[in-house]
C-alpha cells in the first residue's frame, strides 16, 4: 500500500524475536513477533469447510506407465494430482473477476501484500430485528452482518489509518473450519454494511464467512457489487470501479486473537484466475 515500508533492522519474519517497525499513514508502528494464521488449512479428501453444494477438494495419485507417486506403494516419491474449487472449498481471495466478462486475476490484484487492518468481532442479527437490508430482501430469520454492528465493534479505532478490515463472526466455534453450509446456512451482510465499508476506505475484507452474500441470492451479489462498486447486472466495469479491492472468504479467526489493529500479510497464491487459495496473517501493532 502507498505510505508502508519496512525500516527496521534486518530481521526477516523467520528470526525471532523480530524488531521491525513500519510506517503507515504518517505514524510509526513496531510490529510484534507473533504471527496469526486466519486460514483454514486445506485438506485434500479430509475436513473441509464446504459452500454451494460443491464437490469436495481432492487429490489423486499420479501414475504414468511404471510411475506411482506414492511412497507407500512403492513410489520413488509422492506426487499427486489435486483438484479443488477456491470458492467453495476454504480459504481464498478473490477480485473483480469474479463477476467481470473481463478475466482479471486476483494474482495481478494482489500483487501489494502489507497492509493496516483492524480486526472486529460481530454478532449477526436477524433480518426481522434490524431496519438494514439487501437484495433481494432477506428472509426474516436470515442472519445479517449490519452496518450499526461494524460502526459499534470499529468505533474505538476510527482514527487509524486501516485499509483492511477483518470481520470475525460469533458464534466462532472451530466446527466452522469445516461446515457444510448447505446444511447450515450462512450469516451475510447487509447493504447498509457494505456501503460503510466501502466509505471506510477498506480495500481488502476478510471474513469467515462463506459469502458476503447470501447463497441463493438469485444471482445478485448485491454486497460484492456494492464492494466493487459495480452496478446490478453490470459484467463490464466502468472507470469507477474498485478493481484493486480483494475480498478474502472462509478464513477462520482464532478466538484468543483480540480485536484490534493488525498488519496483514496477505498471501494468495499466484494463480491467474479470479480467486485462489489464500492464508492471511496477521502481525499485531504497536503505535510508537
Ligand atoms: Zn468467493
Known amino acids: 500500500m502507498p505510505g508502508l515500508r519496512s525500516t527496521g533492522t534486518r530481521s526477516s519474519m523467520s528470526e525471532s524475536p523480530l524488531a521491525l517497525t513500519v510506517g503507515i499513514g504518517g505514524r510509526r508502528w513496531r510490529v510484534g513477533s507473533e504471527q496469526y494464521d486466519l486460514s483454514i488449512p486445506l485438506a485434500f479428501d479430509g475436513a473441509q469447510p464446504a459452500f454451494f453444494g460443491v464437490a469436495p477438494a481432492h487429490g489423486s495419485v499420479v501414475r504414468a506407465g511404471s510411475f506411482v507417486g506414492d511412497v507407500r506403494e512403492g513410489g520413488s516419491c ?14 481464498h481471495t478473490e477480485c473483480l473477476g469474479h463477476i467481470t466478462q473481463d478475466r482479471i486475476s486476483v494474482h495481478e490484484i494482489c500483487a501489494s501484500a502489507l497492509h493496516l487492518a483492524l480486526l472486529v468481532t460481530v454478532d449477526p442479527v436477524p433480518a426481522s430485528a434490524t431496519t438494514e437490508s439487501s437484495d433481494p430482501r432477506p428472509d426474516a430469520g436470515d442472519m445479517l452482518v449490519t452496518k450499526q454492528a461494524l460502526q459499534d465493534a470499529a468505533g474505538r479505532f476510527a482514527e487509524a489509518p486501516f485499509n483492511a478490515l477483518v470481520v470475525r463472526t460469533r458464534p466462532n466455534d472451530e466446527a466452522k473450519r469445516a461446515r457444510d453450509y448447505s446444511l447450515e446456512p450462512a450469516a451475510f451482510f447487509s447493504a447498509e454494511a457494505m456501503h460503510w465499508i466501502v466509505a471506510a476506505g477498506i480495500e481488502h475484507l476478510i471474513t469467515d464467512l ?11 451479489l448485491t454486497a460484492h457489487r456494492i464492494f466493487w462498486n459495480m452496478r446490478s447486472g453490470h459484467t463490464t466495469p466502468t472507470s469507477a470501479a474498485r478493481t484493486h479491492a480483494t475480498v478474502t472468504e472462509l478464513a477462520y479467526v482464532p478466538n484468543e486473537i483480540p480485536d484490534g489493529l ?7 497464491a499466484p494463480f491467474v484466475a479470479d480467486a485462489a487459495p489464500s492464508r492471511p496473517i496477521l502481525s499485531p501493532l504497536t503505535p510508537l
Do not use: E, I, K
Not at 509422492?78 to 480459504?91: D, E, I, Q, R, S
Not at 452474500?213 to 438469485?218: I, P, V
Open 210 to 220: 462463506p459469502s458476503l452474500d447470501r447463497a441463493d441470492d438469485g444471482g445478485r
Open 78 to 91: 509422492n506426487c499427486a494430482t489435486y483438484v479443488l474449487t477456491p470458492h467453495c472449498n476454504g480459504t
Open 262 to 268: 493488525y498488519l496483514l500479510n496477505l498471501q494468495v
